[in-house]
């Protein structure tokens, strides 16, 4: 369009050059015709020129546009690739933080795996030391297992021979021991006829009449009927008694008229209960099975309408007894445990699903007079008692009692203080004690006691009791008690710690004890100085002899040559 602007106003120009110069133009026609021409040829020329350049103008303008297009797309891409670094720059921002938060994350995850790396390598080192230990406590079972066939052999052969012993005739057969009746400390006929509080009995619960009657009598003329009528209820009276700590023989009737009806006779006293359990005796006429049970255990089915007639002979220092039903000579059952020390009280009940009656005649305590024999002639230097533990066999066929088994009781021969075989006695629990009772003649004298002992490790109590007249706290407080004690892992003589001992050693311990003073004398090793002298004591005479071990975890401690004489 420039270029047509420009060829418009040369035209213009020319024809106002021609306008104004006309008569010019006229007189010299002839002159000017030819350069009009030339002119025209040269307006020819500028209009070609023109249409060329108009027509270059149109190729640059659509060159430009498009030119100008291509600049549009260029920027327009341009925008989005900036658009797109910027949005990259933003996410490597993003992933850099990313990455920084990785980064922190793994060196926590390794500084993790580093510390159970070691706690791993620390449970393998426990784990080694519990294996090589498990490996030492199986090679030691396997030894306690083949003792433990051993016994077992030697019991079946004891069972064999009582079954032949049962087989053979009445009277061909030895009367069990037995106490033989000594002093009555307690004695119940029920012959009166007004109420049983009247007699020093306590009503502590009734569910029915307590009275005495004449019909329904075992021995007598009288006999007491307590009566249940309620079926949630029970009938019980209680009555205190002298304390029994000593052997005593304990003889009561029982009937009843029902099943579906518990008729008992208890006799409780100190503790009363030992971990939520009935610490004393029971005995009764069951509604549960029908049976004749004593403690736990159910024996037979009773009768109805029948007097029993039950006769215990109780050892509180042992913490046991045997029941005879009927037969005064051979017992039903032998060494039954209770966990209490000593009774002072008595209780018949009765109780039933519905209603019903039971019935209880001839209530008889005394003390065992056999039991109760006094060495008052011991010679000096006779010897009462003696365990060498020269023997493979079980410690009860020895006489002695088990009254709490922790573990294994056993002789062997790997660890001996003389002869060929002494008493080991493993704790393998962390809570209760394994502990054996012998009974002895009474000693009211002077005496001596021998006797060695050792322990395998520390924490562990390898004791020896002496035990007697004044009753039984936590099964030492009021005898004599010698022991390698797991406190502060001394030797000690009642309360007092002597010395600290040495592990897997034998120590010789000496008691003279003098019982009249009420006091003993201790020596260890060296039999000419004593370690201590007139340690005091509560009781007046001693007819016990206790061996214990107890730990924190488990072990063993070990007796071996133990004897008992009398002194001058």
């Known amino acids: 369009m420039r270029y047509a602007w420009a060829a418009v106003v040369l035209v213009g120009l020319l024809a106002t050059s021609v306008g104004v110069g006309g008569g010019y133009f006229i007189f010299n026609f002839q002159n000017t015709q030819s350069q009009l021409e030339e002119a025209k040829n040269q307006a020819k020329a500028l209009q070609q020129i023109v249409g060329s350049l ?183 009276y209680a009555r205190s008694i002298s304390p029994l700590e000593r052997d005593s023989q304990v003889e009561f009737l029982l009937r009843t008229e029902q099943y579906g009806q518990s008729v008992a006779l208890q006799l409780w006293g100190n503790p009363t209960f030992v971990d939520s359990r009935f610490a004393g005796i029971g005995v009764e006429l069951s509604d549960n099975n029908r049976s004749f049970r004593v403690q736990d255990t159910y024996y037979f089915i009773h009768q109805l309408n029948n007097w029993y007639r039950v006769k215990l002979i109780v050892r509180p220092a042992l913490q046991s007894f045997d029941v005879y039903v009927d037969d005064m000579n051979f017992p039903l059952a032998k060494n ?28 008889v305590i005394r003390n065992c007079a056999d039991q109760q024999k006094v060495i008052a002639t011991c010679s000096p230097d006779d010897i009462v008692f003696q365990d060498n533990f020269e023997f493979t066999d079980a410690l009860t066929s020895h006489g002695w009692v088990s009254i709490s088994t922790a573990g294994i009781a056993q002789t062997q021969t790997a660890i001996v203080a003389e002869g060929s075989r002494a008493l080991r006695l493993d704790d393998l629990g962390n809570s209760v004690v394994n502990y054996y009772v012998h009974p002895l003649p009474i000693l009211n004298g002077n005496f001596q006691v021998d006797y060695y002992t050792q322990t395998e490790q520390y924490g562990q109590t390898v004791a020896l009791y002496l035990q007697g007249d004044q009753g039984v706290v936590d099964g030492r407080s009021k005898g004599i008690r010698v022991e390698l004690s797991e406190l502060n892992r001394n030797f000690f003589a009642q309360d007092m710690p002597q010395f600290v001992y040495q592990l897997n050693k034998w120590y010789h311990v000496r008691l003279i004890v003098k019982t009249p003073l009420q006091s003993f004398d201790i020596y260890v090793d060296d039999m000419d100085k004593p370690i201590m002298t007139n340690i005091k004591f509560l009781d007046t005479l001693f007819n016990r002899l206790a061996l214990s071990t107890a730990t924190a975890g488990t072990g063993p401690g070990y007796w071996d040559g133990i004897s008992i004489k009398c002194l001058p």
């Not at 922190?104 to 784990?127: D, F, H, P, Y």
Request: with cysteine; proline share 2%; charged share 25%.
């Open 54 to 236: 108009q027509n270059n103008e149109k190729k640059l303008v659509a060159e430009r546009d498009n030119i100008e297009a291509k600049i549009v797309t260029v920027v327009d891409k341009l925008g989005a690739v900036n658009s797109s670094l910027s949005s990259n720059k933003k996410e490597n921002q993003d992933l850099q933080v990313q990455v920084t938060d990785l980064k922190m994350q793994l060196q926590e995850v390794a500084a993790g795996l580093g510390v159970r790396i070691e706690e791993i390598k620390t449970s393998s080192k426990v784990r080694d030391v519990q294996i090589l230990n498990a490996t030492k406590q199986i090679e030691e079972s396997k030894k306690i297992i083949e003792d433990l066939r051993k016994q077992i052999a030697d019991m079946s052969k004891q069972i064999a021979d009582l079954r032949n012993e049962a087989a053979a005739p009445r009277d061909q057969q030895k009367p069990s021991a037995t106490c033989t009746p000594g002093d009555t400390v307690f004695q119940e006929d029920f012959e009166y006829t007004d109420d049983l509080t009247n007699h020093g009995w306590i009503q502590l619960s009734t569910a029915g009449p307590a009275q005495t009657q004449p019909d329904i009598v075992a021995q007598g003329s009288r006999a007491l009927r307590l009566n249940d009528q309620s079926s949630s209820g029970s009938t019980v």
């Open 336 to 363: 039954i445990k209770f966990l209490g020390t000593s009774f002072n009280r008595i209780t018949m009940g009765t109780a039933t699903g519905g209603t019903g009656s039971g019935y209880w005649d001839g209530i």
